[in-house]
């Protein structure tokens, strides 16, 4: 290959300047990545500007959402998103732990890639998707086989009773965390799964040679060494569920109120902006709704950021899946 | 005495038989899950796959038709969105691995855009629609295309990082010993030899943005006919999804699941197609 030639005298100044344009595209194109994220920032607070003026600090605690008298509230979707997101952390933990487990100490070897694609695979599938199979699959046997089961056993006990009464709609809060807790799975687990494997087989074989079963290796040794990142992977597992729209959109229900019980329907941000931004008519409306946009950005950059400052230690090359 | 060690015993090889059950039982739930949503694809977007699906417009309710003007759009915005996005991209990528690897700034770019990477994609939505839509008065294909190449972006960055990195610094210093100028080694040496991890990181950035709904919703919003017009609203498949599943017709609810199964078909055989072409990059590595 001769492209690599000597510098010849003459042809060094032209090379000078195209190395000067080529540095400069590359520092360009990475300041531009800096500029999008206060871009964005910068548009959602503008949009927004008109809602906060108008209804000023009580946007944030008032339910109501009432687009024939213009009157606006964030705080049943803030309400919507908060709840469904933290119990589909609840149901998507567990269950990802048990995933990433399986694929770092369980799995024989010749499994272990098939799962571990097959797990990524489920990553992939959009988030649509998870949506029209909630509304038409997931749904109906939650309505017809756990709901009823949820009212009749655990809706008479004092506390949480309350959670679990009145008609089992099949659409609404529990749907929304169930679909939203399958769609995290991949992603917790993923991280988990990576994490696990950045620690030193050496500690490991220690344990395993005082003679802890494995369990005791997993639960003595790898899950205190791996503590950062497994917080890191939830977070980021949050972060998604947190604005996840299309998915919730499907099953939620849209219901601009808060209900004590987790089987009636209600909304969340995303899935507000989803269901009316084309819609809103008036700017009182849509600056609402931008506005509803700026909270959601709000909590999850700051969730997102917590989370990739835990991964921040961790080698970047091991964590490629996320 | 050795009773109680006998029970002890007992006791934590019983444990860990149930916790190594218990995991195998949650990824036995993982993969079903997995299993179930493309069982109930495969079973209701078959009964609507036909030639007219590919050659036919969406129809009003009750009428048949196909989706041809929403695939269309669907390719259209998709690689218009790559074709603006990857690139710029590729670029910042480069500068992070080779001119700013250790600089603050590029510490920086680099925890950005991993907010970025995971940032709520229907708040880029409403980003372009306050910048672009707005503007320009209507919704148009071109805004849809802008709001898929800012969620593409930041996944060929940090693909086109890590693939850089990859690469030996011995190819690197080698070059720069001829007297090549680091963009003559970069775009000669460098790119070359990590072609296929750039081009993977492109297939799955197609992968991610090709799915996205709710970053359309705004921009392109949709369009009933047949239109190839950029300044315009125009259809695709998820947001068509969207709105025939919700609604009460059957033969849109029927359009909807076959669109759910192409779509999800493209997906998934784009990130298979992905993955082969790491492990032939690199044999032996990880995973």
């Known amino acids: ?322 | 005495m050795s009773g109680s060690a006998h029970r002890r015993r007992a006791m934590r090889k019983f444990t860990n038989a149930l916790a190594l059950g218990l995991s195998g039982l949650a990824t036995a739930i993982g993969l079903a899950f997995l299993g179930a949503i493309l069982w109930t694809l495969v079973k209701n977007g078959l009964a609507g796959m036909s030639l007219s699906l590919f050659t036919e417009m969406t129809p009003p309710p009750g009428d048949s038709g196909g989706l041809l003007n929403a695939i269309y759009g669907s390719v259209v915005m998709t690689l218009m969105g790559i074709l603006i996005g990857a690139p710029i991209g590729m670029l910042a990528g480069t500068y992070l691995a080779e001119y700013g690897r250790t600089s603050r700034i590029s510490a920086v770019i680099r925890f950005v855009n991993d907010i970025l990477l995971s940032a709520p994609s229907i708040i880029v939505g409403l980003f372009v629609y306050e910048v672009f839509v707005v503007r320009m008065g209507h919704f148009s294909a071109i805004a849809g295309a802008i709001a898929l190449a800012v969620i593409a972006m930041p996944v060929t960055v940090r693909t086109t990082e890590d693939m850089l990195n990859l690469v030996p610094q011995g190819m690197k210093d080698a070059s720069t010993a001829m007297g090549a100028y680091p963009w003559r080694t970069i775009t000669n040496i460098i790119y070359p030899a990590a072609r296929s991890g750039i081009v993977t990181g492109m297939l799955l950035a197609v992968a991610r943005i090709s799915g996205e709904t709710a970053p359309l919703l705004f921009t392109a919003l949709n369009n009933q006919f047949w239109s190839t017009n950029l300044g315009a609203p125009m259809a695709n498949l998820p947001v068509v999804i969207f709105q025939y599943a919700l609604s009460p017709y059957k033969n849109w609810q029927q359009l909807a699941w076959s669109g759910a199964l192409l779509i999800t078909l493209t997906i998934l055989i784009l990130s298979i197609i992905a993955r082969f072409v790491v492990s032939a990059l690199n044999p032996g590595g990880k995973r």
């Not at chain 1, 510098?7 to 032209?14: L, S």
């Not at chain 1, 009749?152 to 009773?161: M, Q, S, Y």
């Not at chain 1, 040794?221 to 503590?227: E, L």
């Not at chain 1, 009316?276 to 849509?286: H, M, P, Q, R, S």
């Open chain 1, 1 to 322: 290959m001769n492209t690599v030639a000597a510098v010849e005298p003459r042809h060094a100044a032209g090379q000078r300047i195209r190395e000067r344009i080529f540095r400069g595209a590359t520092l360009a194109a990475a300041l531009l990545v800096l500029t999008l994220l206060g871009g964005v920032a910068v548009s959602l607070i503008k949009g927004s500007w008109p809602a906060f003026a108008h209804f000023k600090f009580g946007f944030l605690t008032r339910e109501i959402w009432n687009p024939v008298t213009d009157q606006y509230g964030a705080l049943a979707p803030v309400y919507g998103t908060l709840v469904t997101s933290l119990l589909a952390m609840l149901l998507a933990i567990p269950i990802s732990f048990g995933i990433a487990i399986f694929l770092t100490e369980l799995s024989p070897s010749w499994l272990k890639r098939p799962v571990g694609v097959a797990i990524e695979l489920l990553a992939a599938v959009p988030s649509i998707i998870f949506g029209i199979w909630g509304l038409f699959v997931l749904s109906p046997i939650l309505q017809r086989h756990v709901q009823p089961w949820l009212i009749e056993w655990l809706g008479p006990l004092p506390l949480i009773g309350k959670l679990f009464q009145g008609p089992p709609f099949g659409i609404g809060v529990l749907s929304a965390s169930f679909v939203l807790a399958i769609m995290v799975i991949p992603f917790i687990a993923a991280v988990m799964r990576d994490v696990f494997e950045t620690i030193p087989d050496v500690l490991k074989e220690s344990a395993y040679g005082l003679g802890a079963t494995t369990w005791e290796v997993i639960w003595k040794v790898v899950v205190p060494h791996a503590r950062t990142g497994m917080v890191g992977g939830i977070m980021l597992g949050l972060g998604r569920a947190l604005g996840e729209t299309m998915a919730v959109t499907f099953v939620i229900g849209n219901a601009h109120r808060i209900s004590t019980s987790l089987l009636a329907p209600g909304t969340t941000i995303s899935a507000s902006i989803a269901n009316e931004f084309t819609e809103a008519v008036g700017d009182l409306y849509t600056s609402s709704l931008v506005a509803l946009g700026s909270l959601l950005f709000l909590i999850t950059f700051s969730v997102i950021a917590a989370a990739r400052f835990m991964l921040l230690r961790l080698d970047r090359r091991a964590l490629s899946s996320v």
